[in-house]
């Protein structure tokens, strides 16, 4: 006689399958954006591997540089605010319109990372995974 199947165990399983897959998709998300977005090792803009002695602030300048960069992204980030408040390094033409424009839409990517990060919907995500450990 042929084996009996429980279609409550079928349909358990296919349960669990589900959350499963819905807990690593879950995960996933969490992994990019921290992954992605805020490596320390890394520059910001750039991905350039940065030295632990490497440090985006220039005592030269006055300017707080508020993301991890690279020593040449830092120095690119501090003529953009200087461009934008009217000065700026006249002998890099390649500084234009275009390149401020790119700087501005960065800066505003990064914004919305961090709006995205301390959302309600995110942090309830972080809370939920705190609350479920993985099964070994």
């Not at 830092?74 to 200087?82: L, M, R, T």
């Amino acid at each position: 006689m042929a084996e009996i199947i429980s279609l409550d165990a079928k349909l358990q399983d296919a349960i669990n399958k589900k959350h499963e897959l819905t807990r690593r998709r879950k995960l996933l998300a969490v992994k990019k954006v921290f992954q992605c977005t805020h490596c320390s090792f890394k520059c910001e803009k750039c991905g350039t591997q940065i030295n632990e002695t490497e440090s985006s602030d220039d005592p030269s300048n006055n300017l707080r540089v508020p993301y991890r960069f690279c020593e040449s992204c830092s120095k690119e980030y501090v003529d953009y605010i200087e461009q934008l408040q009217g000065g700026g390094n006249t002998e890099c033409y390649w500084h234009n319109d275009e390149w401020a424009d790119s700087w501005q839409k960065w800066i505003e990517y990064q914004s919305a990372i961090d709006r995205y990060t301390k959302s309600k919907d995110f942090l309830k995500l972080i809370k939920e995974l705190k609350q479920t450990r993985p099964e070994e």
